[in-house]
C-alpha cells in the first residue's frame, strides 16, 4: 500500500516518461502512437492531480471529466490545455480503435510543447498541495 503522496509522484514520473516516448516516437514519425503517449502523458499527470487530492475515478473519462470540472471550470488551468487534453482523449480513440484514422505531423508535433507546458503547470499545483 503506497500513500498517496508516493503515487502522486509515481504518477507524475509515468507522465514524464510517456512525454519522452512521444518524442522519440514522433521523431521516428510515429504519430499515431506519439498522439498515444502525449494522452496518456495528460492521462497520467491528471490522475497525479486528483489523487493528491483525495478525488476517484475509475475511468479514463471519469479522470478528464474532474479535470475538466476541477482545474478547467475554476480556472487553474486555462482552458487551453483542458481543449489539449480533450482533443489528445479523442485522437487517441481513433488512431487506437479506428481503422484508417492517421494522426499527421501537423496536427500533433505542436502538442507536444503544450503537452510538456501542461505537466509543469500541474506539477506546480500538485506541488502546492
Known amino acids: 500500500s503506497y500513500s498517496k503522496e508516493e503515487l502522486s509522484k509515481y504518477?507524475?514520473?509515468r507522465s514524464r516518461?510517456?512525454?519522452?516516448e512521444a518524442k522519440i516516437l514522433g521523431a521516428s514519425g510515429y504519430w499515431n502512437t506519439t498522439a498515444n503517449r502525449l494522452y496518456y502523458s495528460c492521462f497520467y499527470i491528471a490522475s497525479a492531480y486528483l489523487v493528491i487530492n483525495d478525488f476517484q475515478?475509475?475511468?479514463?473519462?471519469?479522470i478528464k471529466r474532474i479535470f475538466n470540472k476541477?482545474?478547467?471550470s475554476t480556472?487553474?488551468?486555462e482552458s487551453s490545455?483542458?481543449?489539449?487534453?480533450?482533443r489528445l482523449f479523442n485522437l487517441r480513440q481513433d488512431a487506437d480503435y479506428r481503422?484508417?484514422?492517421?494522426?499527421t505531423q501537423k496536427?500533433?508535433?505542436?502538442m507536444i510543447e503544450q503537452v510538456e507546458e501542461l505537466i509543469q503547470q500541474m506539477v506546480d499545483l500538485i506541488d502546492k498541495k
Not at 99 to 103: E, F, I, K, M
Open 75 to 77: 480556472n487553474l488551468i
Open 17 to 20: 516518461e510517456s512525454l519522452e
Open 99 to 103: 481503422d484508417y484514422s492517421d494522426v
Open 70 to 72: 476541477e482545474l478547467v
Open 81 to 86: 490545455k483542458g481543449l489539449l487534453y480533450n
Open 57 to 62: 475515478a475509475n475511468t479514463h473519462a471519469g
Open 11 to 13: 504518477r507524475i514520473e
Open 107 to 110: 496536427e500533433i508535433e505542436p
